[in-house]
Every structure is written in structure tokens, then in C-alpha cells.
């Protein structure tokens, strides 16, 4: 092993060398490289080997090119690089080639040598990655994307570009995004082979370079998206490969193809129907030289957001259900949003989405989401009763949804109606008991801020005995906290004493007790010993801490016995299960040792 380690030092002289006779570095520096360098190479030629001594060798090299980029361009010195740089890059292939083949898997690793490899411009090599990671992971579609691209942008060969899709999509024929990628790179092809032949013509040289019409008009990509839309359904795919094809401005009929199939094939699609509609809003405008006024501008708009709703309308009855009103609400809403100077635009707007959201409820095709903007939207407005009937009739509808109960009950809360407490009562018996929590926490809350003390316990009193045991257990914590803060120390004790037997309970109701006692001016410990026995019963099996808290008490406490911290000991380690037992010992033993607060 020294003998290869020796050999490695000695292949790094001449570079090393070069560093100090040009003055990059220092006798001394090169010394410190020569000491790291042996140690890591000492650390790849142990028997196990690990993965990340493999990445500090590389990145250790990679900072020590960096450094000597930064030093040339300090000094200007700009020569030397075959015998010093390039060594250096050709080491660090080495060390990724060795670690690769020894972790065949790691994909970050075989990504991290593609991203070496383009930094440094070794496009030789990154052919060569590139043929080994398809080899080991033809079942990873970015990887073959990866490559394609590479070979279209970076080594401007659109056939290799093509055969590498071909073969990804002999492995992934039904994948969306090599289709996508697929059909982009096509077009990206014929974009490149139409600019050419145009500066050619500028050039009079017209017969150099003669392409095929079809090519230059895009006909592969249509191939592409034929053969991808046998395999892929779906108006959304078809809707993506068209905003692909959008972004080439030689692609009209190509794009009326798509638009063609997509309408053939899915013509009952929300999709369909939502980009045709908004496709009115890409229709001329009036001449510019109509222009005359803003007013004028509002106009032409409102003239176009009339075809989209039209196209709409016709959906909504072609198509009726949930997804083609989301559709048509989602547009109205994005109309209303967006800014205008003119009223009389924004007023209609505004009218329009209304209208739409009342047909959609009409209709009984609107999700919870779409109740949920419409009360925002009704709130903003100031439109309060009808805020509230909208919110009392989307509980009937999704009755059993505590997500359109809590927004439907937040509305109510907001505009103070007076039937909010019985909507509470109505939302208890529809909701179910694992889902009922947050609609307890938010009745309380509202109670708080708005009924006397006496109507407040009430509330509370019926929480606990919900016969929920998620339920019960939050709020006796939050009655608790609540007799404290509103009536202070004896109303306090007055809850603790009347719901300690009732089971279950929490040991934080516990904690929060003994906190309030020790709060007191004069704490008493004989009350203190009362709520950690207390806990001890109910958690003293599962919990150590309780058992430690209660022997710092009696060690701190004025009134306490620390001659009772033996038998509280010897009790625990019997109650005590599995883990807890070790944990407690050890913790016991830092606090006799003055090591634990």
C-alpha cells in the first residue's frame, strides 16, 4: 500500500514543481499539499472503504484548483496550465471513475462528476459518464433528458440528441417528460436548421445548405407528438406539449394540429374547455389607432372577457360538473384581481363572479373550496347577510367536513350572529369525534371574548364531559388555565379537585396544577405532594421525569423532606418500564452529584 501511495506523490512532482517555479505557491505550501495529499490517499487504500473519503479527496482537489485559478489571475500569469491544471482535472476523473465503480448506485455521485466535467469543459469524458450512468441506471428518465440535452446545447448534435430519446423511450415509452423534452428538442432543431438557412440566403449562398421543407417546418416534432399522444392521455399532456410548441414562432399549423387532437380527443375534458376559453383572450384588439382613451382600452377587454365567458357558459352546459365551475370561478377571480382604472370593468368583474358563484351553488357542483373563497369574497365586499346564509347553507351540504364548519364558523363569528351558538351544538353531532377538537377550541375561544364567566363554565363543563377522550382531555387543560386566569388560585384548586378523578386526563393538567400551586406566595408542599402522587398513579410507569421532579421538590422546597427522596427512588425503579428505568438512574445520578438542576 505505501509502494502506490509513494508512486501517486511522486506522479504530482513535476505539477508541483511548476506551482513553486512560477510562484503560485511556496516551498512551504507545497510541503502542506504533499502532507494532506498522503493522507488521503492513505484513507483510499485502507480495506473498507467510505464513500466520503472518496468526496473530501475530490473536494480537496477541487479547492486546490480554485485556489490556483484565483492566484494566475492575481499574478497574470496565464501559462503552465497543460502540465499543472490539466493534471490535476485528469486526477480528480480518476478519483470519480474509482468511486463510481465502487458505489454503482449513488446517483448524487454520478451527477456530481456530470457537474465537474461541464465546469471544467472535459466534454470527452462527460461522453464517456454519460454512457456508464445509462448502462447502470437506464431507469432514471432525467438522466437520459440529461444527456439528450447535453448533446443538443452543449455538443450541437441534434442526432445523437435524437437517438438517446429514441432509446429513453425504448425504456420509458410512457413517460410525460421525455415526450415533452422530446418534442422541444425537435423544435428546437428545425429553429436552428431555419435561422442557418436564412443567413445563408443573406449570404447568397443558396445552394450550400438545402433542407427539407418538413424538417424546417417542424414535421419531426409532429411525429413526436402523434406517437406520444397513442401512449399519454390526457387533455393536460396535449395542453403542455401545445405550450411547448407556442414558444416557436414558425409553429401556427403545427399548433392547430394540436389544438385540432386535443378537441377530438377530449372534447369533454374541463381542460379543453378552459383553454378555449381563455384562448378569446388572445383574439386582436382593436387598432392602435382606436386607442383614443382608457376608456376605450376597458372596452376592448370587457369585449373579450365576454367571448371567454360565453365559451364558458356553453361548458358549464356541455360539461356540467364540479371541475368545469372551478374552472370558470378560477377565471373570474383571476379577472377581478387583476388591476383597472376602470370602474365600470372592475364593477362587472366583480358582478360576473358573483353571479358565477350563485349558479355554481344552484347548480350543486361547487367543492368546499370554492364555498370557502365565495364567503371571503361575499366579507370583502361587505355583503354580511348573505355571508351568513351562504355559510349556513355550505354546512348543510358538506355537513360532515370539520374544515367547511370551522370557515363557515369563523364567518359567523366575525359578523356576530346570534345563531352561532347553535351551529356549534349542530357541528358536534355531524362531525366526527376525531375531527371535533379545533371546533371545541373554537367555540371556547369565541366564548371567551364573548360570554359572562357563569356561561363560560358551562361551556367548558360540557367540553369535558363531551364523551370524546381527545376532546375531554384538551379542555380539562384549557378549564384548568382558564379558572386560573379568570378567578385565580381557589377556583383553580376548585377544577383540579373536581375533574382529577375524572379519567383520562393529561399529565400537563397535573404539571399545570403543581405550577399554579408553586406560583403561590406560600406553595404548600403538603398540596405539592397531593398532585405529584397524583401523576405518579396515572404516569408513573411510562414517565421519569415526573419521579426526578418530585425528588428535586422535596430536596428544594422549605417544607420539604429530602429523607423521602430514598423511598420515592426505590419506588420509581419498581413502577418504572423498559428504558425509562436506565434513563432515571442516570439522571438520579447527576442530581445527587450536583451535575443536574
Request: charged fraction near 30%; charge should be neutral; hydrophobic fraction near 40%.
Amino acid at each position: 500500500m505505501a509502494e502506490i501511495i509513494q508512486q501517486r506523490i511522486e506522479d504530482r512532482i513535476p505539477e508541483l514543481e511548476q506551482l513553486e517555479r512560477v510562484g503560485l505557491f511556496t516551498p512551504k505550501e507545497i510541503k502542506a499539499v504533499i502532507k494532506k495529499v498522503s493522507a488521503l490517499e492513505y484513507k483510499l487504500q485502507r480495506r473498507t472503504l467510505a464513500k466520503e473519503d472518496f468526496i473530501n479527496y475530490i473536494q480537496y482537489e477541487v479547492n486546490l484548483l480554485e485556489l490556483i485559478k484565483k492566484r494566475r489571475l492575481r499574478v497574470g500569469y496565464k501559462f503552465k496550465k497543460d502540465e499543472i491544471e490539466l493534471s490535476i482535472v485528469q486526477r480528480i476523473h480518476g478519483i470519480f471513475n474509482r468511486a463510481t465503480t465502487k458505489w454503482k448506485d449513488d446517483i448524487q455521485l454520478w451527477l456530481s462528476h456530470v457537474a465537474f466535467c461541464k465546469k471544467w469543459a472535459t466534454k470527452s469524458q462527460l461522453s464517456r459518464i454519460f454512457s456508464a450512468v445509462l448502462a447502470i441506471h437506464p431507469d432514471k428518465p432525467v438522466l437520459w433528458i440529461m444527456a439528450a440535452k447535453w448533446e443538443m446545447e452543449d455538443r450541437l448534435s441534434s442526432e445523437s440528441a435524437r437517438h438517446l430519446f429514441l432509446r429513453a423511450l425504448r425504456f420509458h415509452p410512457e413517460s410525460r417528460k421525455i415526450y415533452q423534452e422530446y418534442f422541444r428538442m425537435e423544435l428546437m432543431h428545425a429553429e436552428k436548421l431555419r435561422k442557418e438557412k436564412k443567413e445563408f440566403t443573406l449570404a447568397n449562398m443558396e445552394g450550400e445548405f438545402d433542407y427539407p421543407e418538413e424538417i424546417l417546418r417542424g414535421d419531426l416534432a409532429k411525429v413526436v407528438f402523434m406517437e406520444a399522444v397513442k401512449k399519454i392521455k390526457g387533455a393536460d399532456f396535449i395542453l403542455s406539449l401545445l405550450s411547448i410548441a407556442k414558444l416557436f414562432d414558425f409553429t401556427e399549423d403545427l399548433q392547430k394540429i394540436i389544438l385540432d387532437e386535443l378537441q377530438t380527443l377530449y372534447a369533454d375534458d374541463p381542460l379543453t374547455w378552459d383553454y378555449l376559453a381563455r384562448k378569446e383572450l388572445e383574439a386582436e384588439s382593436l387598432p392602435s389607432t382606436e386607442y383614443a382613451s382608457k376608456h376605450t382600452k376597458a372596452t376592448d377587454m370587457a369585449r373579450k372577457e365576454d367571448r371567454c365567458c360565453a365559451v364558458y357558459e356553453e361548458a358549464v352546459k356541455t360539461v356540467p360538473s364540479e371541475a368545469m365551475w372551478k374552472h370558470y370561478i378560477t377565471f373570474c377571480q383571476e379577472r377581478l384581481k387583476r388591476k383597472t382604472s376602470a370602474q365600470e370593468l372592475k364593477e362587472k368583474r366583480q358582478e360576473r363572479l358573483l353571479a358565477v358563484f350563485h349558479r355554481a351553488h344552484e347548480s350543486k357542483l361547487q367543492s368546499q373550496d370554492m364555498y370557502k373563497q365565495w364567503l371571503q369574497l361575499l366579507l370583502s365586499l361587505g355583503l354580511t347577510d348573505k355571508a351568513k346564509e351562504i355559510a349556513v347553507v355550505a354546512t348543510r351540504y358538506f355537513s360532515q367536513s370539520s374544515d367547511m364548519w370551522q370557515s363557515s364558523l369563523q364567518t359567523l363569528m366575525e359578523l356576530k350572529s346570534p345563531d352561532v351558538d347553535l351551529l356549534f351544538e349542530e357541528a358536534f353531532r355531524s362531525i366526527s369525534p376525531k375531527e371535533c377538537l379545533l371546533v371545541w377550541t373554537m367555540w371556547l375561544d369565541w366564548c371567551d371574548q364573548n360570554k359572562n364567566p357563569e356561561e363560560m363554565e358551562l361551556v367548558y363543563k360540557k367540553a369535558v364531559h363531551s364523551g370524546n377522550p381527545a376532546v375531554s382531555v384538551a379542555m380539562k387543560e384549557k378549564y384548568l388555565e382558564w379558572a386560573y386566569r379568570s378567578s385565580g388560585y381557589k377556583k383553580a384548586k376548585k377544577v383540579f379537585k373536581s375533574l382529577h378523578e375524572s379519567h383520562p386526563f393529561s399529565l400537563e393538567f397535573v404539571k399545570r396544577m403543581i405550577q399554579i400551586e408553586k406560583e403561590q406566595d406560600s406553595p404548600k408542599m403538603l398540596n405539592l405532594r397531593e398532585y405529584y402522587e397524583r401523576a405518579l398513579r396515572e404516569f408513573g410507569s411510562t414517565d421519569a421525569d415526573v419521579w426526578l421532579d418530585y425528588i428535586k421538590e422535596e430536596l428544594s422546597h422549605p417544607h420539604g423532606k429530602p429523607e423521602n427522596c430514598g423511598q420515592i427512588y426505590w419506588r420509581a425503579i419498581k413502577m418504572l418500564q423498559g428504558d425509562n428505568v436506565e434513563y432515571f438512574v442516570s439522571k438520579y445520578t447527576l442530581l445527587q452529584t450536583g451535575h443536574l438542576q
